[in-house]
């Protein structure tokens, strides 16, 4: 079980790293815990983890390369 807890910890810090294309800091630290409990509530659905994710405000805040240089 304590194996399970670990995988399933670094396959969600390892997800929203990658979604939010940087390392995963201290502040989404409340994000990872809640995936965590909700993936072990839903039977561990991909699709769980993924929607956690795509609606967190991590998420919905990141800024697209074009939209962060400046106008010319």
């Known amino acids: 079980n304590d ?6 910890r670094q396959f969600c810090k390892k997800l929203l790293g990658y979604a939010l294309g940087r390392e995963v800091s201290l ?25 956690m994710i795509v609606t967190s405000e991590q998420f919905r805040s990141i800024r697209s390369v074009r939209n962060a240089e400046p106008k010319k």
């Open 3 to 8: 194996r399970r807890e670990a995988f399933v």
């Open 27 to 51: 502040s989404d630290e409340p994000l990872l815990k809640a995936m965590q409990a909700r993936l072990a509530k839903e039977n561990y659905r991909f699709s769980v983890a993924v929607e």
